[in-house]
Structures are given as C-alpha cells and as structure tokens.
C-alpha cells in the first residue's frame, strides 16, 4: 500500500496537475494551429503560387509497380508541419514573454517603508529640535 500512496501523493503535487493540464491544453491549442494552418492559410498561398495544393507536393523516389505502393518524399506536407510550428512556437514566446513581464512588475515595485513606531516619531523630533 506504501508505494499506491507514494504515487497518488505524486499524482495530486500541484505541479503534476498543471503539467497535465498544460499538456491538454497544449494538444488542443496544436489541432487549432493545424486547421488553420491546412485549411485557412495554405489554400490562398497555393493560389498566390500558382494554384499549388502543398499535400500534393512530393518527390518520387520509386514509382508504384503492381501492388506495390510508390515511395515518395512529402515535402509540401513538411513545409505545412512547419508552418504549424513556427506559429506555435511564436504563440508560446508571447505567453511566455507576457508572463515574465508580469513577473518583473511585481519584482520591481519597492517594498513600502516600514511605519515608525511612536517612539522612534518621538526621537526624530527631539532630534530635529536639538539641531535647531
């Protein structure tokens, strides 16, 4: 039983969760990059190069023989898988950046004065008044 609790005190760490969570998130985040990517971006750049299609772009290696299926390499569907990660990794540097940013700004405030105490009010007075 020692090793069932070790690992549900493992599982329930605050760190854990938010990992898991950010995993989830992350996934989706990634099919809605690459629906946009695949079906909202890449149609007008391939009518802007001419009416390419970027999943028909590839180099044949082997042509097909009989039942055998041809060998190609898919460049289009490289440069699309790119695409994708390039916006990914842009939108994370932004959250990342805009985090740390926050983070600085509540480093950097100075911390108030600490209030005097009426004995040390007291003191600066008698002090002040011994000047004059």
Same mark, same amino acid.
């Given at each position: 039983?020692?090793?069932?609790?070790?690992?549900r005190d493992?599982?329930?760490?605050?760190?854990?969760?938010?990992?898991?969570?950010?995993?989830?998130?992350?996934?989706?985040?990634? &099919?809605?990059? %690459?629906?946009? @990517?695949?079906? *909202?971006?890449?149609?007008?750049?391939?009518?802007?190069?001419?009416? =390419? $299609? !970027?999943t028909?772009l590839?180099?044949?290696? &082997?042509?097909? %023989?009989?039942? @055998?299926?041809? *060998?190609?390499?898919?460049?289009?569907?490289?440069?699309?898988?790119? =695409? $994708? !990660?390039?916006?990914?990794?842009?939108?994370?540097?932004?959250?990342?950046?805009?985090?740390?940013?926050?983070?600085?700004?509540?480093?950097?405030?100075?911390?108030?004065?600490?209030?005097?105490?009426?004995?040390?009010?007291?003191?600066?007075?008698i002090?002040?008044?011994?000047?004059?």
């Amino acid at each position: 039983m020692g090793m069932m609790s070790e690992f549900r005190d493992f599982a329930m760490r605050g760190n854990v969760v938010d990992m898991a969570v950010g995993i989830v998130i992350g996934g989706a985040f990634g &099919k809605i990059v %690459s629906s946009f @990517v695949n079906d *909202v971006l890449m149609p007008p750049i391939g009518i802007m190069l001419g009416g =390419v $299609d !970027f999943t028909e772009l590839v180099v044949t290696l &082997k042509a097909a %023989s009989g039942e @055998v299926a041809a *060998v190609t390499l898919n460049y289009g569907t490289f440069i699309q898988a790119l =695409v $994708d !990660f390039i916006i990914i990794a842009f939108a994370i540097f932004m959250v990342i950046k805009t985090m740390n940013s926050l983070k600085k700004k509540k480093e950097a405030a100075p911390p108030a004065p600490p209030k005097q105490s009426a004995e040390e009010i007291l003191l600066t007075e008698i002090r002040d008044l011994l000047k004059k």
